[in-house]
Each structure stands twice: as C-alpha cells, then as structure tokens.
C-alpha cells in the first residue's frame, strides 16, 4: 500500500505527463507536494521503485517509466521520458483550466519594471501549479538558463511576500526594478543570484528588495 506522499507524487507525475511529453522536475516535484528539499523527492521515488509502481531507466539521466498506477486510474501509455528540465506544454485535452493574470516582459538579465498588460490571461489547467494565487511572467534574457529558464519562457509565480533559501523568486528592488532571480540570505544581506557564469550576483541591503512571488512552474511554446 502506497502512503499518501508516495500516492500524491505518483499521480502528479502521471497527470504531468498525461498533459505533454516532459514530467515535471525534482523541484516542481518538491513545491507540490510541500517538501522542504528534493531529497524527500529521492526518497519517495525509490519507494516508488521498491513497490513496482515506477522504474529509473539506465543510461539516461532522472529517465522514468511508471509500470502501474493505483486502483482506478487509467495508464495513459506515455510515462516513460526524461525528466531533464521543469518544461510544461499547453494540454490538448478537455479539461478544466484556471485563468492567470500574464503580466508583461520580467528580465532573467538586467532587471526592468515589470509592467501588467490590463485584461490579459493564461490559460493552465486546474490545480496545475498548485495553491495561492498566480501570475505568469514572460521571461527576457538569458540570465537563469542554468536553471532551465529561457528567453521567451512564461513562468508561473505564486505570490507571497517571504520565500526559502534558494527559492527562485521574482525581487523587486528599490520599488522599481523586477528580476527573476535565486534568492540567498548571506551576512545581513541578500544575494539574488543568476544562473548564468556570465553574470555577477547583486548584493543588496534588505530594504532594497521585496519578495514579489517564488516561482511554481514555467511553460515554453516550441515554433
């Protein structure tokens, strides 16, 4: 008998997958089920494993094949993929969606003012990107490619005013500039950090920045 984690997870990757062709990542993972860090994740998954309901494939990396599902939930047949990147696909099945506010353009380079485009919505399915209320962002720059994170990528933000050690969090700083950014605390001060070589981390003073959301999940269109 699976507990109710081992359940929870089982059927978050199943239903990601049943929505496109990437399951979602350790980290999607972790901020649905409400862990503190992704080697709960690791553990659940090998109880997972252990119980016959999923299994790791060789030579590809985080690669998983979900071999049975619980008492009344149909197999879709399209579990088996490589859970390289947090990448969701917009669905193509009849299922009901929830309406998010999609603001304008946030820089994952050099910060500018994130600006709401007024009437504007995205579409993703319900109880996707789990609780809270949501807001997606386009993505400009190429400053958290390390994370997964794109140009031209819309993340999904739930907004909250505080957020953990190595969140990825939208900062707004001196009021004015927004930017994407991994948040550190560090010595009284806080750290937005880049995942990119090519840029330097920002050094702020506290009051210099407000938490604006922490990052769910993050959709990409391929053209």
Do not use: W
């Not at 997870?9 to 239903?15: K, R, S, W």
């Amino acid at each position: 008998m699976l507990t109710k984690k081992q359940r929870d997870l089982l059927l978050f990757i199943h239903q990601r997958l049943s929505v496109d062709d990437v399951p979602p990542s350790f980290e999607e993972m972790k901020d649905a089920l409400g862990l503190k860090s992704k080697s709960g994740i690791h553990r659940l998954i090998s109880g997972l494993e252990e119980r016959g309901y999923i299994e790791r494939m060789p030579h590809r990396a985080r690669a998983l094949e979900i071999k049975k599902l619980p008492d009344g939930i149909k197999n879709t047949g399209r579990e088996t993929h490589d859970a390289t990147s947090a990448i969701t696909q917009m669905p193509t099945t009849n299922q009901e969606f929830d309406q998010v506010p999609l603001y304008g353009k946030i820089a994952a380079g050099t910060p500018i003012a994130a600006i709401r485009n007024e009437g504007e919505f995205l579409q993703i399915p319900s109880g996707f990107a789990g609780n809270g209320e949501l807001y997606a962002l386009t993505i400009e720059g190429d400053s958290m490619i390390n994370a997964g994170i794109n140009d031209s990528d819309i993340v999904i933000i739930q907004r909250c005013d505080t957020a953990e050690n190595g969140a990825i969090i939208v900062a707004l700083i001196d009021d004015e500039e927004a930017t994407l950014k991994r948040l550190r605390r560090a010595g009284g001060k806080i750290v937005l950090e880049p995942e990119n070589d090519a840029y330097e981390p920002r050094i702020l003073e506290p009051e210099r920045v407000k938490v604006q959301g922490r990052l769910v999940s993050l959709m990409r269109s391929y053209h």
